[in-house]
């Protein structure tokens, strides 16, 4: 008899999950009972982060969509399916924060007949650019520290990575776009 936590509704076996994953697999109707077990997981984790529930809706929906389309390409590693799942979300949102920021930097232009301070937005346009270019864990990092005010801690949670790691990769981010910066100054 095994001993552990006893079970929830809704909680699945890996082996039945497993079974679920390859029958939507065959048939994409059958995506409707993932989505029904994962809705509330994937829901919370956004919301936790974006905080806005009309902007959450949206993501929980494209994260759905997008794990529907991409479906037949799952493989399964032994990992619960909502862990796939967080991954798109994580993207999704990291995609969403890069049009936020792009459309941002457009509102911030100064109104026509206004003195523009070119040089500030040429600075930003400079660091947006060098952020694109990071490499997708420092610029999610990056992210996840400045933009959504996350501690070390939650990231490394998040990433399921060390603290040190989380920190290294924020070092090395940060480096690249101090000498990045300072580089188109000289």
């Given at each position: 008899m095994a001993v552990g936590k006893p079970a929830k509704e809704g909680d699945r076996s890996e082996a039945e999950e497993?079974?679920?994953?390859q029958a939507a697999q065959k048939d994409p109707a059958r995506f409707a009972e993932l989505?029904?077990?994962?809705?509330?997981?994937?829901?919370?984790?956004?919301?936790?982060?974006?905080?806005?529930?009309?902007?959450?809706?949206?993501?929980?929906?494209?994260?759905f969509h997008k794990a529907l389309a991409a479906l037949p390409n799952f493989d399964w590693r032994g990992v619960p399916f909502a862990a796939w799942l967080l991954r798109i979300a994580a993207?999704?949102?990291?995609?969403?924060?890069?049009?936020?920021?792009?459309?941002?930097?457009?509102?911030d232009l100064p109104e026509v007949g206004t003195d523009p301070n070119i040089e500030e937005v040429d600075q930003?346009?400079?660091?947006?650019?060098a952020v694109e270019k990071l490499?997708?864990?420092?610029?999610?990092?990056?992210?996840?520290?400045?933009?959504?005010?996350q501690s070390i801690r939650e990231i490394a949670q998040e990433l399921g990575r060390s603290e040190g790691?989380?920190?290294?990769?924020?070092?090395?981010?940060?480096?690249?776009?101090r000498a990045n910066v300072e580089g188109a100054h000289a």
């Open positions: 497993r079974l679920l994953v989505y029904e077990a994962n809705f509330h997981r994937v829901y919370g984790y956004v919301i936790r982060r974006v905080r806005e529930r009309a902007v959450a809706e949206d993501v929980t929906a494209e994260v993207n999704v949102m990291a995609d969403e924060w890069k049009r936020a920021a792009k459309e941002q930097v457009v509102g930003r346009a400079r660091l947006f650019r490499p997708d864990d420092q610029r999610r990092v990056v992210h996840m520290r400045f933009a959504e005010g790691a989380v920190k290294q990769l924020q070092f090395r981010a940060l480096q690249t776009l």
